[in-house]
């Protein structure tokens, strides 16, 4: 099991940056890999960025230049550096943890935070 709390959302206007911070409630150095959701109203949930434990990330192409996805095991945080943001990246932001054991895949969710940039 792994508890997750989302913080650092908030209104922002066009042009800001954010910084969102997934806080795990232990340790995230064997956890496959964190990623980064994103729901707008009415739309789907995408995928914005993700990161493995070996430190590979990768990200949506509409992000990639803007967001940076890191995570810091000491302290079982992955953090989402939101720069040059859009209207369009408007959303609830969820942290995500996907976790393998053995032929079993476990996926946890956090509560999730709001994120409003206003044009």
């Known amino acids: 099991q792994v508890q997750l709390v989302e913080s650092g959302g908030g209104l922002v206007q066009a042009g800001g940056s954010l910084r969102l911070s997934c806080a795990a409630s232990r340790s995230i150095f064997s956890i496959n890999a964190m990623n980064w959701y994103r729901q707008a109203p009415g739309k789907q949930r995408e995928l914005v960025a993700g990161?493995?434990?070996?430190?590979?990330?990768n990200y949506a192409d509409s992000v990639k230049g803007r967001f940076t996805i890191s995570r810091d095991n000491a302290e079982n945080t992955v953090y989402l550096r939101m720069n040059s943001l859009k209207p369009e990246d408007t959303a609830v932001y969820y942290c995500?943890?996907?976790?393998?054991?053995?032929?079993?895949?476990?996926?946890?969710w956090g509560q999730g935070t709001q994120v409003t940039v206003s044009s």
């Open positions: 995500n943890a996907f976790v393998v054991v053995t032929t079993i895949s476990y996926s946890y």
């Open positions: 990161i493995t434990s070996g430190g590979s990330a």
